[in-house]
């Protein structure tokens, strides 16, 4: 597993009730929420070190 390291993150408050809601319905914790959906933009940006799925995308594009 990768070394996790903390962060203070400053958020709105009206995020963060938004991300916490989200959490409760997904049943994860709110730091879980947050590194879920940072990981998912990651990818997708395809910015993400490491990602086997992005590298078979660009092979495939060739």
Same mark, same amino acid.
């Given at each position: 597993?990768?070394?996790?390291? =903390?962060?203070? $993150? ?5 995020? !963060?009730?938004?991300?916490?809601k989200w ?6 914790? $709110? ?6 959906? !940072?990981?998912?933009a990651l990818?997708?940006? =395809?910015?993400?070190p490491g ?12």
């Open positions: 597993m990768a070394e996790r390291k =903390g962060y203070a $993150l400053r958020i709105s408050a009206d995020v !963060l009730a938004a991300a916490q959490a409760d319905d997904e049943l994860r914790s $709110l730091n879980a929420q947050i590194e879920y959906v !940072l990981r998912d990818r997708k940006a =395809g910015r993400l990602d086997p799925s992005h590298n078979a995308d660009e092979d495939a594009a060739k």
